[in-house]
């Protein structure tokens, strides 16, 4: 069959956008395995899928697939992209939506500047709600990861996330302790790891290593989280400035009990038809 697809990215974050509304999507994992291949399909880091609303009260459905075929409860720079997506495309006219997601709904909005503000939701801590195997909540988790142990704060932004604070990101051991904490046994449906070098108070810079992906330029869930981390660390201030390799996000969090606002780019590359 043929699919048409929209090739965008959020700082480098890339997916293949899918419409799900105006055409029948049902793809096995090896199918969303060859779209993701950056040498033999369109390559990305995450497929994104379009669909209608399953629920009263929201505009769109949002499914994330990762490159290795597994669905996923949320992405951020998706997110953004998503919002972009579904605008360009003539789905919508409302600049901002609100999206139902595995893990609850999100609302994108469209800012004049072209750049994209989302409502991320409320952070969750609890270990059941992240998962994370532990008899405590505390902010700061030890975690044996091979032969060294190192602290963590355990957040889920809709999917989980393990941060911890590095001296420098550039020597960080994003490749070596990366793997590791994805698929340690505490963490049962694995964890999104981030290494945050801490600026100044308003101020981070962030690698991420992705659960299924692996390293990716920008993780717009990693760096919601890396914020409100470092903020229950008592090391930043809202909002911050997270720089990654791929560019900048500004991220917003006014404490406990209140969602997580991320702001920027979203970014079109192209568009075409592959042959499944």
Same mark, same amino acid.
């Given at each position: 069959?043929?699919?048409?697809?929209?090739?965008?990215?959020?700082?480098?974050?890339?997916?293949?956008v899918?419409?799900?509304?105006?055409?029948?999507?049902?793809?096995?994992?090896?199918?969303?395995?060859?779209?993701?291949?950056?040498?033999?399909?369109?390559?990305?880091?995450?497929?994104?899928?379009?669909?209608? &609303?399953?629920?009263a009260?929201?505009?769109?459905?949002?499914?994330?697939?990762?490159?290795?075929g597994?669905?996923?409860?949320?992405?951020?720079?998706?997110?953004?992209?998503?919002?972009?997506?579904?605008?360009?495309?003539?789905?919508?006219?409302?600049?901002?939506?609100?999206?139902?997601?595995? !893990?609850?709904?999100?609302?994108?909005?469209?800012?004049?500047?072209?750049e994209?503000?989302?409502?991320?939701?409320?952070?969750?801590? !609890?270990?059941?709600?992240?998962?994370?195997?532990?008899?405590?909540?505390a902010?700061?988790?030890p975690l044996q990861?091979? $032969?060294?142990t190192?602290?963590?704060?355990?957040?889920?932004?809709?999917?989980?996330?393990?941060?911890?604070?590095?001296?420098?990101v $550039?020597?960080?051991?994003?490749?070596?302790?990366?793997?590791?904490i994805?698929?340690?046994?505490?963490?049962?449906?694995?964890?999104?790891?981030?290494?945050?070098?801490?600026?100044?108070?308003?101020?981070?810079?962030?690698?991420?290593?992705? !659960?299924?992906?692996?390293?990716?330029?920008?993780?717009?869930?990693?760096?919601?989280?890396?914020?409100? $981390?470092?903020?229950?660390?008592?090391?930043?201030?809202?909002?911050?400035?997270?720089?990654?390799?791929?560019?900048?996000?500004?991220?917003?969090?006014?404490? &406990?009990?209140?969602?997580?606002?991320?702001?920027?780019? $979203?970014?079109?590359?192209?568009?075409?038809?592959?042959?499944?």
């Amino acid at each position: 069959m043929k699919l048409k697809f929209t090739k965008m990215h959020g700082l480098g974050n890339d997916f293949v956008v899918l419409d799900g509304v105006r055409q029948h999507i049902d793809l096995t994992p090896e199918q969303l395995r060859f779209l993701a291949d950056r040498h033999f399909g369109v390559g990305c880091d995450q497929i994104l899928l379009v669909q209608a &609303p399953t629920r009263a009260g929201v505009d769109f459905r949002y499914r994330i697939f990762n490159a290795d075929g597994g669905e996923v409860e949320q992405c951020g720079n998706g997110a953004r992209c998503f919002a972009r997506f579904v605008h360009d495309a003539g789905l919508t006219d409302k600049r901002e939506i609100r999206v139902e997601t595995q !893990r609850g709904i999100i609302a994108p909005r469209l800012e004049e500047s072209g750049e994209v503000t989302v409502d991320m939701g409320e952070p969750r801590f !609890r270990p059941e709600e992240i998962p994370f195997v532990s008899d405590s909540d505390a902010v700061i988790q030890p975690l044996q990861a091979g $032969a060294e142990t190192v602290d963590v704060t355990v957040v889920s932004m809709g999917n989980p996330h393990a941060v911890q604070v590095v001296d420098d990101v $550039a020597t960080a051991p994003v490749e070596a302790l990366g793997p590791v904490i994805e698929t340690h046994e505490r963490f049962p449906q694995r964890v999104n790891v981030g290494f945050m070098e801490v600026e100044n108070r308003h101020a981070i810079k962030l690698r991420v290593f992705e !659960r299924g992906t692996g390293e990716t330029l920008a993780c717009g869930t990693g760096a919601c989280a890396a914020v409100v $981390a470092g903020i229950r660390r008592g090391l930043l201030d809202s909002p911050v400035r997270v720089g990654t390799r791929g560019g900048e996000l500004s991220i917003a969090w006014g404490g &406990p009990g209140q969602p997580v606002l991320m702001t920027g780019p $979203a970014v079109t590359v192209f568009s075409g038809e592959i042959q499944l």
